[in-house]
């Protein structure tokens, strides 16, 4: 486990009252032995009054009483959650990192919706810095008249993009380009918030990314030359180590990886993708692991840290939540849905 | 100018000044970290006001070192006694234990209140090992007041 010492993190006085407040809040996210009851129950319907029980959740199970519902009750409950974390913090650089993924988001389905000639507003999200109209008016219209004040180096970043992708017709290589754009975005936003752990963090979601990536590759037989383009980086291992064990296969990734923090979860991972021969237990494993690191906020009394790992906590129990429920829904045996069931932070 | 008791005054004033901006910067760290979780749980007031008033002591031992310069100088009975600029810095130095112990221990304590303030949130039994954790950084802010006062009663003026 890639480990940030003490003396690294944070002491800042000014997050007091947000640390306090998160604490609290925190007694209130599901555990993973609640998760285990809540796989428990017969149908969704039992589910979704369990889920009544929650402090979090009663007042928008108030409104909605179908499970049916469910993606209006988690996209409400993880909107609050982001305009609360965000509105305590003393400082939102840390915290505006994780809105902008939303903000990317939304431009690549904005960019896709345009390129495909679909509807866009069933997949946009809410939680970006700025509302979706506003980067659909940049995007569609190309002019810039909203409330919110689009960052100038973001549009920029977006036209930019915009401007690749003109000549670009292969669906996965504007998604690749994209990604790229966010990315390197973000590295330069958490240089900005000058905490380790943000950046750790980071640096950590890049190679999870990239190590995926690598194996989707290897799996769909892809030339080296779309790995190199779909590689991000910055993140801990290096996009060249990563090009050059490519022809090795799987086993060279493993042996590549044995001397790093992500030896046991690769090789875990690995033997899990054989076995399966599905990306789903891979995934699982690198967000565990994800939030493994993010417990170490735990220690952290003074500053940003129990706040952007309490934001990330939440977006995982609403991913495990939608599984569950989507489980329920279409009355999948237990055993598959745990298998897809995340680590969580309480 | 009496430099003698310029110096002592500004010893005891110094006392009070370090060691009560140690208090307020600690009460005020542990009072907010209180404040949030106050926001959530109303009902841990109780255990988190001992919380918060742990870091102000350092303040009344400031206080209670200037008091006992206030007695030597005689300004409480109405006659001030004469102190040479050698006894005044001699007053001064004594003045200095609890005020520089209260300024870092106020401060520290208060960032051990705020963490206690977590403790409670999560395990509201657990509330007096917390309390007990905040208090251990009290014990040089005693010894700071603890050494201020023997050195103050070890000066003779007048």
Known sequence: MINISYSDLSSDPRYAFAVGKIRALETNLITNQQVNRLLETKDANALWSELGNNRDYEAHLAQFYDPQDFEAVLSSELKRVYALTLGISAERTALELLAL??????????????????????????????????????????????????????MQIVRDVQ???????????????????????????????????????????????????????????????????ALID?????????????????????????????????????????????????????????MEFLSQARYVSLGVEPLFAYLLAKETEIKVLRILLVGKINRLDKTEISKRVRRLYA | MDWGIV???????????????????????????????????PEKFPA??????????????????AFFVIIKLGFLGGAAVHVTVEQGLQIFLACLPVGFNGLISGIWQGKV??????????????FMKAVILAALVETYAILGLLASILLLMGIKVG
Not at chain 1, 201 to 206: M, Q, S
Not at chain 1, 268 to 287: H, I, P, Q, V, W
Not at chain 2, 48 to 65: D, E, K, R
């Open chain 2, 113 to 126: 209140g705020a963490a206690g303030v977590q403790v409670v949130a999560k395990h509201p039994q657990e």
């Open chain 2, 48 to 65: 988190l006001l001992i919380l918060s008033a742990l870091p102000g002591t350092q303040g009344i031992y400031g206080f209670v070192a």
């Open chain 1, 163 to 229: 401007q690749q992708l003109i000549d670009e017709q292969n669906l996965r290589r504007r998604d690749i380009i994209w990604d790229q754009a966010l990315y390197q975005y973000l590295s330069r936003h958490a240089e900005k918030s000058k905490n380790l752990f943000v950046q750790t963090w980071l640096k950590i979601r890049i190679d999870g990314l990239n190590l995926l990536t690598y194996v989707r590759c290897i799996r769909q037989k892809s030339d080296k030359g779309l790995l190199k383009l």
């Open chain 1, 101 to 154: 993924r939303h903000d990317f988001h939304n431009c690549k389905v904005i960019s896709k919706a345009c390129f495909l000639g679909e509807d866009t507003d069933s997949n946009l999200s809410p939680l970006g810095t700025c509302p979706p109209k506003e980067w659909e008016q940049l995007m569609v219209a190309e002019k810039e008249a909203g409330l919110c004040r689009l960052p100038a180096d973001l």
């Open chain 1, 234 to 290: 910055s993140g801990t291992i290096a996009c060249e180590k990563l090009q050059n064990a490519y022809e090795g296969g799987l086993e060279t990734l493993a042996s590549l990886l044995s001397p790093t923090p992500y030896a046991g979860m690769i090789q875990e991972g690995l033997a899990c993708y054989k076995r399966d021969n599905s990306f789903s237990c891979l995934e699982k494993l690198f967000d565990d692991y994800e």
């Open chain 2, 7 to 41: 110096l002592a005054v500004a010893g005891a004033a110094s006392a009070v000044a370090l060691a009560g901006a140690g208090s307020s910067k600690g009460v005020g760290i542990a009072a907010s970290a209180s404040d949030g979780l106050i926001s959530e749980s």
